[in-house]
């Protein structure tokens, strides 16, 4: 058994900074590409950036710029740096990452989801 449990969301005016974190937890072997998605109400949940194991990253464009995705692989975790947060980023952000168990099984988990909420 699997699983990732995010932290760091909050509220925070427009122009402000929030750092989401994500531990992943259970029997690892290992951890291929880890990414934060996020869902706005009513809105289909969109990929918000990927970290590979090797540590390359990929950006929606709306948080290019802004945001930077991080990982330390010796702690199974994965962050999100958010910085000029704007309105329009409010959402609940869930992480997600491809676990291969000790068993050698893999898995698509996911996090619980944290919420972000930017006021204007």
């Known amino acids: 058994q699997v699983q990732l449990v995010e932290s760091g969301g909050g509220l925070v005016q427009a122009g402000g900074s929030l750092r989401l974190s994500c531990a992943a937890s259970g029997s690892i072997f290992s951890i291929n590409t880890m990414a934060w998605y996020r869902q706005a109400p009513g809105e289909q949940r969109e990929l918000v950036a990927t970290i590979t194991s090797s540590g390359n990253t990929n950006y929606a464009d709306s948080v290019k710029g802004r945001f930077t995705i991080s990982r330390d692989n010796a702690k199974n975790t994965v962050f999100l740096q958010m910085n000029s947060l704007k309105p329009e980023d409010t959402a609940v952000y869930y992480c997600?990452?491809?676990?291969?168990?000790?068993?050698?099984?893999?898995?698509?988990?996911w996090g619980q989801g944290t919420q972000v909420t930017v006021s204007s």
């Open positions: 997600n990452a491809y676990i291969t168990t000790s068993s050698r099984r893999s898995y698509n988990v």
